[in-house]
């Protein structure tokens, strides 16, 4: 059993940084890819990036490529999501996931494990 606990949300202004943290309770965390998804007020909860086990491998939502940054420390168990020029459009709850397949996935549907979410709010 995985638990994922996410840390860094707030409120930040439109074109501000976060930088969002995902620690992982299990030693075989190092093993599996994970994602970031984030459900905004009203909408479906969508893709927002993906690495691979290694960290050798990235996939990003065309909404944010170019301006996050996915990346991960085995050591510490975390994954991270850095957040640059951010758009008062990814006001949402950001989620990590990590999945027990090993390649890359967009889909809620692929992922085993799910955090309980934190808040990002981006003022214009």
């Known amino acids: 059993q995985v638990q994922l606990v996410e840390s860094g949300g707030g409120l930040v202004q439109a074109g501000g940084s976060l930088r969002l943290s995902c620690a992982a309770s299990a030693r075989t965390f190092s093993s599996y890819p994970m994602g970031w998804f984030r459900q905004a007020p009203g909408k479906e909860c969508e893709f927002v990036a993906a690495i691979t086990w290694s960290g050798g491998s990235t996939l990003y939502s065309d909404s944010v490529k170019g301006r996050f940054t996915i990346f991960r420390v085995s050591a510490k168990n975390t994954v991270y999501l850095q957040m640059n020029s951010m758009k008062p459009e990814g006001t949402a709850v950001y989620y990590c996931?990590?999945?027990?397949?090993?390649?890359?996935?967009?889909?809620?549907?692929?992922?085993?494990?799910w955090g309980q979410g934190t808040q990002v709010t981006i003022s214009s």
């Open positions: 996931a990590a999945r027990t397949t090993q390649s890359l996935a967009v889909t809620l549907e692929d992922y085993r494990y």
